[in-house]
């Protein structure tokens, strides 16, 4: 049974769809990718832990519209408190986003995470949509 906030989100243009088991985001660890059409083109999401709490984002650098992660799935630095561009060297700060150092052009675009009964679900929105097969 939705709580209510996903049936507030499920009655809008919004919907609340499942990601992926809260165990399979270790902090500082692996992403969980996904697929979504960002602005009507095929993108990738990830979605990541770090101080115990979930994060997802665009898989784009700021800098110029290229993937960034350095192994598939691995985005976090080697001090492990940084997601970092692999082709440019930006940094981003994991709790938001935000370039913190490199060549960059504002932030990561965020993806809305909720986590209840072990599932870590993502919300859709208007420019980040789950691509239907």
């Not at 969980?32 to 990738?44: E, I, L, Q, T």
């Not at 985005?75 to 986003?97: E, K, N, V």
């Amino acid at each position: 049974m939705p709580d209510r906030l996903t049936q507030r989100i499920m009655t809008s243009t919004e919907r609340v769809l499942p990601l992926c088991n809260s165990t399979d985001l270790v902090d500082g660890g692996e992403a969980v990718p996904f697929d979504v059409m960002y602005c009507g083109r095929a993108s990738r999401g990830f979605a990541i832990r770090f101080e115990g709490k979930t994060y997802a984002y665009l898989n784009q650098c700021a800098h110029v519209p290229m993937e960034m992660d350095y192994q598939p799935n691995r985005f976090f630095d080697s001090t492990g408190q940084w997601l970092m561009c692999a082709t440019h060297g930006a940094i981003y700060r994991p709790q938001t986003g935000e370039c913190r150092g490199g060549p960059c052009r504002g932030g990561l675009i965020k993806i809305a995470l909720t986590e209840r009964n072990g599932v870590v679900h993502w919300h859709t929105a208007s420019n980040l949509q789950p691509i239907e097969f």
